[in-house]
Structure formats: C-alpha cells, structure tokens
C-alpha cells in the first residue's frame, strides 16, 4: 500500500516536472517572439521620426500612420526597456573576462602557436 502511494505519488512528481519543462519552453519562445517584434518596432522606430514641423523622415507631410502608431506610449516604452536590456547585456559581455575560461587556457597549454599538438 505504501509502495503504490509512492508510486503515485513519484508519477504525479514526474508528470508536473514534464509539464513545468513543456511550459517553460513556451515562455521563453513567447519572450523570444516579443523581443524580436520589438527589434522590429525599432527598426520602423528609426525610419519614421517625426519632425517639429510635423512631417515624417519618410517624406509624409502630415498624418504618417506608421508614425502615429510607433509614437504611442506603449511601442517607445517596449523600445526603451529593450534598449535598456541590451545596455545591460553589453555593459555585462564588456565586463566579462574570457581570457578566463578554462578551454582557452587548456588549448594554449596542449596546442602549439601553428595548431599542432604539443609533444610531451
């Protein structure tokens, strides 16, 4: 009786582990997704930039659709976090020492400076 329960109960144990894998992949698809539809917000960001006399970098004189669509709060905040966000990645790739990564430090002991191995 006990052995069945925990049966069960290590069943039930992989099956929600199985779901919290399958639905944790979604997310990071989903984040993934959004991040690149707001590169692409930015990139028409940057072709459409409203002058102070109200034309549009795109030649419209006035009533530039795609620019009322891009000006609005929401798309310049996603934009703003996603220029932050990769201010950050930059900032910790640049701070990053890589001349410290072990493989590196492996090859240059085991290789010769022409890429043949060394001889003991």
Not at 95 to 106: G, N, P, S, V, Y
Request: glycine share 4%; hydrophobic share 35%.
């Amino acid at each position: 009786m006990l052995r069945e329960r925990l049966a069960a109960a290590r069943e039930a144990a992989d099956e929600a582990y199985k779901e919290r894998t399958v639905y944790k992949e979604k997310m990071h698809a989903a984040y993934g997704s959004r991040e690149n539809g707001v590169r692409y917000l930015r990139k028409v960001n940057n072709l459409h930039i409203l002058k102070p006399d109200g034309r549009c970098s795109c030649g419209m004189r006035r009533g530039c659709r795609t620019a009322e669509v891009i000006y609005t709060h929401w798309v310049q905040s996603m934009i703003q976090k996603l220029d932050e966000i990769d201010k950050q990645r930059e900032a910790e790739l640049t701070a990053a020492d890589f001349e410290e990564d072990w493989t590196l430090t492996l090859w240059d002991r085991y290789m010769n400076d022409d890429g043949t191995a060394r001889t003991a």
